[in-house]
């Protein structure tokens, strides 16, 4: 069974970009939290190689959510971001004397899911609409406890 996903998030998912999850890493945890047009404006000016990929991610991850679900672009923020190792192809380079050595190129499996923020003003504001009903209304439905007469609470001596 499959878990449901909420309903104010969108993802987009990059498998085997050929680089290491370490480096995809470094650019991520800069990423994560932020707002969609921060986000592009901390990519397009930092100088790492996984910055065009996860570029990509994110803008196609907004393109999902505005065409998909309707969501405005200036309401979405980066919920979650993680990178995941992906497959590593194994290669033999020949050295001298009859030798090989090794060589491994890593590749990495990018998520990206953005939220929008719109949908959590709207639930904040019913909350809020009806913490004032209960704050108007409590005093009819609240009964009166003396704490001093309810059977030795205070007793202690």
């Given amino acids: 069974m499959r878990k449901r996903k909420p309903y104010g998030e969108v993802y987009a998912?990059?498998?085997?970009?050929?680089m290491s999850a370490h480096k995809a890493r470094r650019v991520i945890d800069q990423i994560r939290g932020r707002s969609y047009e921060e986000t592009l404006m901390i990519l397009e000016l930092m100088p790492y190689r996984a910055c065009y990929p996860i570029f990509k991610l994110v803008y196609s991850?907004?393109?999902?959510?505005?065409?998909?679900?309707?969501?405005?672009?200036?309401?979405l923020v980066i919920s979650k971001a993680e990178v995941n190792e992906g497959t590593t192809?194994?290669?033999?380079?020949?050295?001298?004397?009859?030798?090989?050595?090794?060589?491994?190129?890593?590749?990495?499996?990018?998520?990206?899911?953005?939220?929008?923020t719109s949908l959590d003003e709207e639930y904040f504001f019913?909350?809020?609409?009806?913490?004032?009903?209960?704050?108007?209304?409590?005093?009819k439905n609240m009964?009166?406890?003396?704490?001093?007469n309810s059977g030795g609470l205070w007793d202690k001596k």
Avoid at 13 to 18: D, E, K
Avoid at 61 to 75: K, L, R
């Fill in 126 to 139: 019913s909350l809020k609409k009806e913490e004032e009903w209960v704050k108007k209304n409590k005093y």
């Fill in 61 to 75: 991850a907004a393109a999902n959510a505005s065409h998909n679900m309707g969501f405005n672009e200036a309401s």
């Fill in 13 to 18: 998912l990059g498998q085997h970009i050929s």
């Fill in 143 to 148: 009964t009166y406890h003396d704490m001093y």
């Fill in 89 to 116: 192809v194994k290669k033999l380079k020949p050295r001298a004397r009859g030798r090989s050595y090794p060589i491994r190129r890593p590749s990495c499996h990018i998520r990206i899911v953005l939220q929008d």
